[in-house]
């Protein structure tokens, strides 16, 4: 078993406990929507000025994507990585 498959199960695995916490949520839509939402716009914002802060995080199909599932603390793990990796 190789890193990349370890990275993309636990990936997938991730994906799939937000998906629960979604289903569990009285307005799952509306839910997913506003998470999604917010994480992607908190991305956008932290490529465009996070420089000013020393912090280069790239709007790539991985990111956007973490951040449309995840949301805003997916960013902060974006920020924490990028600091000390």
Same mark, same amino acid.
């Given at each position: 078993? *190789?890193?990349? %498959?370890?990275?993309?199960? =636990? ?7 937000? #998906? =629960? &916490? &979604?289903? +569990?949520?009285?307005? +799952? ?5 506003? /998470? /999604?939402?917010? /994480?992607? !716009?908190?991305?956008?914002?932290? %490529? +465009? &000025?996070? *420089?000013? !802060?020393?912090?280069?995080? $790239?709007? %790539?199909? #991985? %990111? ?6 995840? /949301?805003? $603390? ?9 600091? #000390?990796?």
């Amino acid at each position: 078993m *190789t890193t990349d %498959n370890i990275f993309w199960g =636990i990936c997938a695995a991730i994906v799939l406990v937000m #998906f =629960i &916490y &979604y289903i +569990k949520r009285e307005r +799952k839509l509306l839910s997913f929507l506003f /998470g /999604g939402l917010t /994480g992607f !716009i908190a991305l956008v914002i932290l %490529n +465009k &000025y996070g *420089t000013l !802060i020393d912090i280069d995080v $790239p709007l %790539n199909s #991985f %990111n956007i994507a973490g951040s449309a599932v995840l /949301g805003v $603390p997916f960013v902060i793990l974006l920020v924490i990585m990028s600091q #000390f990796c």
